[in-house]
């Protein structure tokens, strides 16, 4: 590929022809004449005369090649005890099936599919088939509960929902056929049907508007692949944003296929024939990108793995995973290797596994800790790869980018900016910073291929959230700097999003749900440092003047109503009814003055604080909190 210097370089200066080239990896119904349309700037289109079908490059068009028989999808399961692999025509088949089940549905071109579903093949097939029929899906992570579920079913108006009968988390079987008949008798929108997954686990009684899977499938005639315009849309992830209504952020067909497909080779070095494993969910970016997509594309073997990386049954299943298929690049969340390093400090489980063909270990999600950074470095002897990005980008910005030239690492920075990401660090009123100083990390714009054309039904939100911070650039949300090395170093959020276990969340939508328990006047969510999970959210709430509830009560009932509002995974278990809430003389809460004291940092009070006193009366309840390790 020449040197990263070369390749990013060329990426900036000509975009068109760096782009154009890119596409050359992708199979098109009509190739595209040209790589960038920005005539409805700040809207950019890419590969707006292209022609193409996903789901023929991720599956038929390696069938054809003559890799029919290679495994394309393997599902390991330790939860259920199960393992099955499918090749590439056998995924094809069940995948064409199901489109077919679908079309038969009434699902076309644009249409809307949510999937709802825990960690099984399934889930993969039926994105795959949205992709082949040319429908739009939006995969919902199954640890979310009814009420969010309910307000992506209303923004994205499907026709069908697809979903389990239930999910495994740990030893726990837990039923989501009752999750989503709430959700759907909470949203102004009903979806015509309902397809479920039985799972002998736990089965779902079945109503009128539902479908068994296989009875679905059944007779359907085998769908073929839908060319469909580069530009239209792939899918829509809602992800967390500032407020509670999720952020529905669009993917199109054409550029995110060139960009996962020439990122497979530049960053993840995997190609046709090699296994690559990422442990996260398919409900997260991440899953989306590098356990579906992108090593489909490039025609390797993918693990989709259902389980925890500790627990069931021990600490050592990536390991394990990780012998057994012969993975090359495993990719996963720095909070995973928390949790095995915190089981097992001395890698004796790694050690019984030969690991042999494991090259790399890519780390993405949440900052990684150069601790737990050298934990895997010393114990594996390979690469540890940290990759920055986001929902909204689809595949890294920033990256060691191994597969076109290695650069030294500098633990604490995910190392470059890759070729299409022209990375910048400004002050507040959009001033370039000097080398080393702390700004806020924003992107000129256009964005590369596979980065977000918009969110759903929303063009004005996305240039309100994204555009409007500092004219010509995307903003990312992140804060950090450059290093006079060109190292990009990520420090956090500069918004109320906080990353738990390397799953994001709103501060701003937990406070909305304890703003609704009827004894509390006023309430604030903030995300701490936490030794496992990186950040977990505490909540404080003040009472209504003459509330005369018992606080440890309160307390219980609004852990519980986050969890039914949001669902398990927001992992608020800390809730503490105080005084008052530290605020300026104009009634700003203090949050960032409480994070400080929470995390133990020697928090200069802000010369803005109403009652100073309030801060000294909360401060113990603050302090109570672990440091990262
Ligand atoms: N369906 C239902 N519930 C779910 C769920 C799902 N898909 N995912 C998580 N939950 C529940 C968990 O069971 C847990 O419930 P509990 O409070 O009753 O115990 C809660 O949500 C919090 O989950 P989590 O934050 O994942 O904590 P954990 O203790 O279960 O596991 C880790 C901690 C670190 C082992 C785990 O988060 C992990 O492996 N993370 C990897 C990161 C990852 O995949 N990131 C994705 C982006 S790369
Ligand atoms: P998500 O959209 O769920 O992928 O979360 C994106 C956010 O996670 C980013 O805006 C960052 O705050 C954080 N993040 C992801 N990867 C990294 C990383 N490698 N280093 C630091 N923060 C990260």
Known sequence: MGTYEDVFRASLEAPETFWLKAAQGVDWEVAPSRALDSTGAPFHRWFPDGRLNVCFNALDRHVEAGRGEQPALVHDSPVTGTRRTYTYAALRDEVAAFAGALTRLGVGHGDRVVIYMPMVPEAAVAMLACARIGAVHSVVFGGFAPPELAVRIDDATPKVVVSASCGIEGKRVIPYKPLLDRA??????????????QRPQAEAELGPDDLDWNEAVAG??????????????LYILYTSGTTGKPKGVVRDCGGYTVALRWSMDAVYDVGPGETMFTASDVGWVVGHSYIVYGPLLAGATTILYEGKPVGTPDAGQFWRVAAEYRVKSMFTAPTAFRAIRKQDPEGALAAQYDLSHLRYLFLAGERLDPETYRWASELLDIPVIDNWWQTETGWP?????????AAPVKPGSPTFPLPGWDVRVVGPSGQPLPAGTDGAIVVKLPLPPGALPTLWNDDARYVASYLSAFDGYYLTGDSGHIDEDGYVFVMGRTDDVINVAGHRLSTGSMEEALASHPDVAECCVIGVADALKG??????????AG????????????VQLVRERIGAVASLKDVAVVPALPKTRSGKILRKTMRGIADGQEEPIPSTVDDPSVIETLRPVLRRTDQPG
Not at 397 to 405: D, K, M
């Open 397 to 405: 910005i920033v990256a060691n980018p191994v597969g076109i030239e």
């Open 547 to 558: 509330s005369e509830r018992d606080a440890e009560e309160v307390e219980a009932e609004l």
């Open 535 to 544: 950040q977990v959210p505490r909540g404080f709430v003040v009472l209504k």
């Open 184 to 197: 759907i008798e909470l949203a102004a929108h009903k979806p015509e049907k309902c397809v479920v997954l």
């Open 220 to 233: 359907a005639e085998p769908a073929g692949c839908v060319p469909v315009a580069a530009t239209d849309p």
